[in-house]
């Protein structure tokens, strides 16, 4: 083997695994390449082991995840061997740690430090990366590893004249070796994130002056720093697997109990006793964990906020100091939360002073200090506490061209796409450690590198033993999880917030969330399975042939997804078993746990005259003045189950989405009353409606009529109705996820017909309660078999995981291909239930704001009387 030389270490010209970064994935990555017995190569930058830990030296560095589970799991003897003399341990400790693995497991031989990789190129002649270093040597491999950590390449800070300065200057995340004495100094500290509000007290502590500028205040709590937790150390020693193995399934990867708690519905005593016990605790997750809901609802997670504030106004004695210091711009959460020691207290101090920057912004850097807008300071020296180019900017800052000579950086101009976060298409045999769309910096990082590893060399193994060298995710893998990815954040308050998750902190770099927010667990799971489904959305090449098992490992919307476990794991009995009493005091039960959908202007129950008697109705009134559209809506429940009210988060939802009188009726339902009773109630309630709108606060002409399932079809069966009866003029129907025919042969039956809440039996049930086979057929059971010409525009909205989507999809063609307008949204991912489980579905929410959208694009301007 050639070898070339870098000073008394030695760089290979050729191994088989060529690693980035010699911190906590290096290390355990190297351990892992040796055991199965690759040749493999370290090169890290820095001198020594590390990584983060190596650079990050500032006064007060600190994890912020206890260190118990800020440490890895794969060796129960190393566990046996070092004791952590802390909750959350200081660097030193920590890269201690580190120094240590690396010594008892003999890795620095296989690892060249001061040694960066510059570029790397991909060869697919020979299917082998080249990579380059700093020192001009080249180094081909097999197999090319970004080990090099999420937070590593700081942010150069982008302040006006921040090269003129003469003083002292320091960045946290390059702080150097020998100890920096603060002693009788005037400091300036810029940056109030999790470096900033670390070093800050302790800075304090020397300096002679103190002056933070604070460009967003950010949240901190207390991180009640002392010894290990007894607890946690009592449930380790009791039984360290059963631990660690509760870590990897955990959602953060560290075993805590989520709450059921909602901030929204707890009563104060409940939540002020939540938060006090997070507040104690001193942990992320505990504080993060307040409530079940406060990541995704903006009102729960604002009480938190709020808690936190008046917790920052109880430290911080000048009101004005403790008014800046209190966050109002993000929710909670949604930047990085930070745990601090003494931070709040330290503005007591009174030789330490805040600028506020977003009162008196920083004009530019001096020679000898700060200029901001109002006041000109001078510093022996300043530290840029300014942060990182997080996640991505480690990956693109070595110049990485894959197959067909596109760079990395070019391929995610707009954003990062990967294939979990593990790999990316056209970069063949590149792997990333806890990459973008991988839960990492939103987790315990050590148990996410350690998936990640895991993952990575019992892939590598695989491709060995079938004689395969060429891995590469698909363009439909990678889309179809880069979808993912985003749904999950979608559905958080995350991306509301502007953060370095959001690649908002550095300037020109796109908006996107990075991290997964699925959860360690979930994300656990989709590797599983893309794994034991033959490294599912993968192209394999090699001497052994080519093989690709293509497809997307997650389709459905991740809150659907949770509901859909949480009814498996309930075990409830298919309500097609049931007698049909029931099944509708089930259904009712059912829908009594939902949350009630917004608060409407007005809710009123009454009647109005039906064929058979008095049909029953509820009327949901906007808050605002009317008069208001009409919506005539029928609720679903396949002619069975169900009743005025049953369908009432939707119909709020509706009546404050399209700002109409929603009038729900409870049509007669089947088996009492079968096949036509239900049809002829909807269009004798639709009839009155339009008699009577002045009265019930509608506009006159502007009626349309709305349905969800069963009652989908009443509303198609209606508006063909007032068609052939020449009246009443109805302005659009609205068809959710509708029945639109009897035939239960289509492709969605079968693809969808178990498993997504409505399945093919239940309704094969319905159709036999309602209709004997006879009257199936009729236009007034089928529309879709009824004449479609001039019927009002309609909005159809079919969901993916849906047995009745075809029929839906069937209906919409057909209406468009006889000249009705039609809007047809496909709800992505989502189920037949989905879009009325208002604020329990909150991915519904996007689908909803759509129809709602589409149907008054539809609406006519009001008659004039
Ligand atoms: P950061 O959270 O991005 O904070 C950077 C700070 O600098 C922010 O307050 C930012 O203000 C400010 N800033 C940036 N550019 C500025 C400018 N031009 N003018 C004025 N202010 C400017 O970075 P970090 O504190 O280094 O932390 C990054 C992440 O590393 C953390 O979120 C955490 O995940 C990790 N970390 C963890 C620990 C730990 O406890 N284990 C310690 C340190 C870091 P804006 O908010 O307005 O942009």
Known sequence: MAMSGNGSAVVPAEVDVAVVGAGFSGLYMLYRLRELGFSAMAFDEAGDVGGTWYWNRYPGARCDIPTTDYSYGFDPQLEKDWTWSEKYATQPEILAYLQHVADRYDLRRDIRFGIRITAAVWDEASRRWRLR??????????????????????????IEGVDRYRGEVYLTGRWPHDRVDFSGKRVAVVGTGSSGIQCIPLIAREAARLTVFQRTPNFSVPAHNGAPPPDRLARLAAD?????????????????????????TAPEDVRRQRFEGAWQAGELFAILGVFNDQGVNPVSNELVAEMIREKIRAIVSDPDTAEALCPKDHPFGTKRPCLDTSYFETFNLPHVRLVDLRRTPIVTVTEAGINTVEESFEFDAIVFATGFDAMTGPLVSVAVTGAGGVTLEDKWEHGPATYLGL????????????????????SNMVVSIEQHIDWTADCLQRLRAENLDRIEPTPLAEAG?????????????????????MGANVPGKPRVFLPYIGGVDAYRRACQEVAENGLMGFRLDGPAGARCHDGVIRRIQPDVAIVLDLMASLGLPPVETMNVADARAFAEATAATMPPGPAVGEITDAVLPGPAGDVAYRLYRPPSAGPHPLIAYFHGGGWVLGSQHSDEPFCRDLCLRTGAVVISVNYRHAPEDRFPAAADDAFAAVQWMAANAAGLGGIPGQLTVAGWSAGGSLAAITCQLARDAGGPDIASQLLLTPVTDCDLGRASYSGNGEGFVLTAALMRWFWDHYAGEADRANPKASPLRGTLAGLPPAVVVTAEFDPLRDEGEAYAEALAAAGVPVRHIRARGH??????????????????????EALGSFRPAPVQI
Not at 426 to 437: K, W
Not at 831 to 852: C, W
């Open 133 to 158: 270093t700093s020192h001009g040597d080249e180094v081909s491999c097999r197999y090319y590893i970004m080990a090099s950590g999420c937070l590593s390449l700081p942010k150069t800070p982008d």
């Open 240 to 264: 360290r697997d059963g631990y660690r193995e509760a870590a990897r399934w955990s959602r953060g990867g560290i075993p805590v109990e989520l709450t059921d708690v909602s901030g929204v």
């Open 423 to 442: 790999m990316t298409t056209g970069f063949p045999n590149l792997f990333m450690i806890t990459g973008p769309q991988s839960p990492s910096v939103l």
């Open 481 to 501: 999880w880069v979808q993912h990815s985003r749904d999950c954040a979608d559905i958080t308050l995350y991306p509301r917030a502007n953060s370095w998750y």
């Open 831 to 852: 189920i037949h239930t989905s879009l009325t489980m208002v604020d329990a579905v909150i991915s519904g929410a996007p689908v909803r704001a759509e129809m709602a």
